[in-house]
């Protein structure tokens, strides 16, 4: 599988095999506008790396303009979770 990213805070996942995308994820954020209000804000990506478990577990690290890393993880099982930090 190969992912590529970029400014529109989207990060595409192609099949080498099928030359299909595969999976898809924005990385975005909630900004605090007022009080309780949130709003989902993209961030432009200007690096991206990944590590590969032995026991098929997958993690991402992207990299934003704003100095952000996002991280993705996906589980054996097909878990998927998300942060920002």
């Given at each position: ?22 999976d ?27 590590i ?34």
């Open positions: 599988m190969l992912f590529v990213a970029g400014e529109s805070s989207i990060v595409y996942g192609f099949s080498l095999e099928t030359h299909e995308i595969i898809i994820w924005n990385v975005i954020f909630n900004k605090f506008i007022f009080q309780t209000k949130f709003s989902q804000v993209g961030e432009n990506i200007t690096a991206m790396d990944t590969n478990f032995e026991d098929g577990g997958t993690v991402w690290a992207v990299g934003c303009a704003n100095g952000k890393i996002f991280l993705r993880s996906r589980l054996l099982t097909g878990i998927i979770n998300q942060c920002m930090v």
